[in-house]
């Protein structure tokens, strides 16, 4: 059983910078993939980006792409989402999950272990 935990969120004015982190309760598999997604209330779960442990491909949605990157400490187990140049609209709870499939799906439920959230506020 794969336990993530998900830290770094909070109020962050428009143009700022967040780093958020996920760090896994044990070693993921090297087939893993780590995907970040955010939720805001009443819309369904949003991917936002992945990678995989194993060479590092990653994958972003449209939205982000430019603004957030997605990185992996393999020696921490831990990964990473870098948002810069924030809006307003990226305002949301983000999620880290972890999928054990070879694909970098931006289904959400094709991945397996789900961190329990960090909101992420930005004001405008």
């Known amino acids: 059983q794969v336990q993530l935990a998900e830290s770094g969120g909070g109020l962050v004015q428009a143009g700022g910078s967040l780093r958020l982190s996920c760090a896994a309760s044990e070693r993921t598999s090297s087939s893993y993939t780590m995907g970040w997604f955010r939720q805001t209330p009443g819309k369904e779960r949003e991917f936002v980006a992945a990678i995989r442990w194993n060479g590092g491909s990653t994958r972003y949605a449209g939205s982000v792409k430019g603004r957030f990157t997605i990185s992996r400490d393999n020696a921490k187990n831990t990964v990473y989402l870098q948002l810069n140049s924030v809006k307003p609209e990226d305002t949301a709870v983000y999620y880290c999950?972890?999928?054990?499939?070879?694909?970098?799906?931006?289904?959400?439920?094709?991945?397996?272990?789900w961190g329990q959230g960090t909101q992420v506020t930005v004001s405008s």
């Open positions: 999950a972890a999928s054990s499939e070879m694909v970098i799906w931006t289904l959400s439920r094709r991945y397996d272990y």
